[in-house]
């Protein structure tokens, strides 16, 4: 069953909605038009195995609407840090995408990545403080990029780039998918992120 409730950030409040038991698996919307009803498709067979964790941005659906400057990666970062999560791992479409990794210098407890989609997630958990990510070195950090083979050939090429940056990337492009494969194939979708899920446990 799902609960639904309210987190405090500085300056405001996050909606959430949380599903299943396990480790945890937060997931980032993406812009303009969506928020945390993005992900429904996945929410049953991801929580089978694990925590599921979905939120709207602020600004979008039921959080509170911006006031002061704020930024998303504080927020998500107090989200974890609300929610008492240990370890989990961030998952983000597009704009999402880029939400996750701005967290990673900001906690000692991000010591993990993964790009799932044309989105983006990291892997926070307890351990020495991380090296900022920057593209022009290899990343270590776990990753599973995911785009569709009918999206704009700039995202396709942004997708490639990621997955040459990252030591452990896994990369998936999904047939007759474009910009949203979460929403456009969820079968496919969701059996390369819990394929991906399963190898972590594993490791």
């Known amino acids: 069953m799902s609960e639904s409730e309210f987190v405090d950030v500085?300056?405001?409040?996050?909606?959430?909605?949380?599903?299943?038991?396990?480790?945890?698996?937060?997931?980032?919307?993406?812009?303009?038009?969506?928020?945390?009803r993005m992900w429904a498709d996945q929410v049953a067979p991801l929580a089978r195995s694990h925590t599921v964790v979905r939120y709207d941005l602020r600004g979008y659906g039921r959080s509170s609407l911006p006031i002061d400057p704020y930024r998303h990666c504080d927020d998500l970062a107090s989200l974890i840090s609300?929610?008492?999560?240990?370890?989990?791992?961030?998952?983000?479409?597009?704009?999402?995408?880029?939400?996750g990794p701005t967290c990673w210098p900001r906690s000692t407890r991000w010591v993990g990545r993964t790009r799932a989609g044309t989105s983006r997630t990291a892997t926070p958990a307890r351990g020495p403080r991380p090296r900022r990510w920057t593209g022009s070195a290899k990343s270590t950090f776990p990753s599973l990029v995911i785009t569709g083979d009918r999206d704009v050939l700039d995202v396709r090429m942004i997708g490639d780039r990621v997955a040459d940056s990252v030591r452990n990337a896994t990369?998936?492009?999904?047939s007759n998918v474009g910009h949203s494969p979460n929403m456009e194939d969820p079968a496919s979708f969701n059996r390369a992120c819990l394929d991906f899920l399963e190898h972590l446990g594993d490791n």
């Open 10 to 36: 500085d300056g405001g409040r996050l909606f959430h909605v949380r599903d299943g038991e396990g480790p945890a698996v937060v997931l980032i919307h993406g812009a303009p038009t969506l928020d945390h």
């Open 82 to 99: 609300g929610l008492d999560l240990d370890r989990a791992v961030l998952g983000g479409m597009s704009f999402g995408a880029a939400v």
């Open 171 to 174: 990369r998936v492009v999904l």
